[in-house]
């Protein structure tokens, strides 16, 4: 909804950019597990909103000289960003494209031996989400595979305070908390009912003209140990919250700076 800035820019702030590397390094050993069993086959690979490009250092660290990557994502920083990371892979290609907009630009480049996003789906409303995939599967060669890495999002949920005259100060940290927990999630346009079965359900409707099976292989689940690591998810609110009041015009400073404080509790 706002237009003058991405939330999950690396030219945001300096937090967001270090909070995108930290995540990265938590979770890129685990897509790897499920993506290079394919890698070795595929020729021509798709990565749908590549963000910093950190993941696809990593799948064309492991890919030999003849494959061709394509990375895409909308915002500008971010490919800039990933295009530094990828200059010593030359069959690395980053564009700034919107996947959904800009879908005949990728059918023209196509068809992919492997597509692949990560946390993607879960930011598409429903309403586009069975078009999207239906595109995208047309983008696939006759062997081709499509992946995708998504967060479960039913664990999502957000502690109800209700207000009263003699509300503590913890009661009152928790509701305003709560408040701007609820407005990042309308603001990032997460689903918070993104469920395994869900996008099976999406992606079996999807693939009915393309044919092919639909497979739900794993899970994991990151255990977060330490303040360093705690603050990979604290100051993903902090960049997000400084964004959002920036597109409502609100003043956050008061709000922040008691944050910081406790930040490494």
Known sequence: RNENEYMYSTAATEIEARRLEGLNKLHNSHTLRYLKPHLSNSKSILELGCGSGHLALDVMNSVDSTTQYLGVDRDLAQVEHSKRLLNQHPNAEVLAMDVIKDFDKLKAKGPYDLIYCR???????????????????????DTGIFLCDECDNRNVRFKQITSTETATPYQKATELWSELSLALMGFLQNDLEFSPEKISSFLTEASKEQGGSVTIDGQYQVVLRGAAQKRLITDGYRSSAQTLFKAYKKPIDEFIKPFDECVAD
Do not use: D, M
Request: no cysteine; charged share 15%; net charge positive.
């Open 119 to 141: 946390w993607l789906l879960v930011h598409l409303p429903n309403a586009v989400r069975l078009e999207f995939l239906k595109n995208i599967l047309s983008l696939l060669s």
